[in-house]
């Protein structure tokens, strides 16, 4: 992992999940330019696998592989799994699913740096 | 129902079912931490149950709780309703317990659950989460 990069993903997912509550202040639905930053932002968490992996191959040593391998998975599922789950109804509730969904970015790679750097759980 | 008169007359049958409207980002909510606990538990079990069996049993207790709790709010019906409040009493109970324990009794909790020290580890969202899952389900009680 490169430290660095995540804390510019996560202050990405930070800013799209502001963008987000934002809407749900204004009683907006999920409109298709969120829809296409919560796309940027997966994007930009398939770099980071990448990335890991790369590291991972060339020697990286996680506190544990397989914590760090599960997150590595459930950061590339979280938005899209979630967004489907917000858009089968579309009700400004769906605006916030999407802005908890980027929530949870930070918090996943913050515990993958924490893993990353030698945390065992 | 697109082709109700304009002014429904509210009556208890009316009430939005668990998995409508904001219900919908509170499953979320109950589903991340479903995800979360049951990873976290698996891991612990899997590779150091050992050390200590009491916590780690707790942690996929706890994330039992929170599958049926999602699971059940996902759901529409009395009968999931019902299984929906027992999830949610079961998870404020076992958060107050296990808090209470855990503050008073660290020793017995050498590594983390979700519900030790009322959930400070995860943002008190534990803590917060069934009362909110409660609060839902009395607004969305069957007739």
């Known amino acids: 992992m490169i430290t660095g990069y995540a804390i510019a993903v996560s202050a990405c997912a930070a800013g799209v999940a502001i963008w987000a509550f934002v ?24 770099v980071q696998v990448v990335i890991s992996v790369v590291m991972l191959i060339g020697g990286g040593e996680p ?25 089968a109804e579309r009700t400004r ?14 918090v996943l790679l913050l515990r993958m740096v924490e893993v990353w750097g030698g945390a065992s759980a | 129902m697109p082709e109700q008169p304009a002014t429904p007359q509210r009556t208890p049958a009316d009430r939005p079912a668990t998995a409508s409207g904001p219900g919908r980002v509170l499953i979320v909510v109950y589903a991340i931490f479903a995800v979360a606990a049951t990873s976290r538990a698996g891991v612990q079990i899997a590779t150091r149950f050992d050390e200590a069996p009491v916590p780690y049993s707790l942690s996929a207790f706890a ?32 958060v107050l317990v296990v808090g209470t324990l855990s503050v008073f009794d660290s ?10 020290n009322f959930g400070m580890g ?20 069957p007739a």
Request: aromatic residues 10%; proline residues 6%.
């Open chain 2, 122 to 141: 995860y943002l008190f969202i534990p803590l917060v989460l069934p009362v909110i899952g409660l609060l839902w389900l009395r607004r969305t009680r």
């Open chain 2, 107 to 116: 020793a017995a909790f050498p590594d983390a659950t979700v519900w030790s």
């Open chain 1, 23 to 46: 809407l749900v202040v204004l009683h907006r639905e999920p409109e298709k330019p969120l829809l296409m930053g919560v796309g940027a932002l997966e994007a930009l968490l398939a």
């Open chain 1, 93 to 106: 509730s769906s605006t916030a699913i999407l802005g908890v969904l980027c929530l949870t970015v930070p």
């Open chain 1, 63 to 87: 506190g544990s592989l397989l914590t760090f391998l599960a997150y590595l998975v459930g950061s590339l599922l979280v938005l899209p799994l979630g967004t489907v789950w917000a858009l």
């Open chain 2, 63 to 94: 994330a039992v709780v929170y599958l049926l709790a999602t699971f059940a709010l996902a759901r529409t019906g009395t009968m999931w309703w019902r299984v929906a409040l027992a999830s949610c009493s079961v998870e404020m109970t076992g």
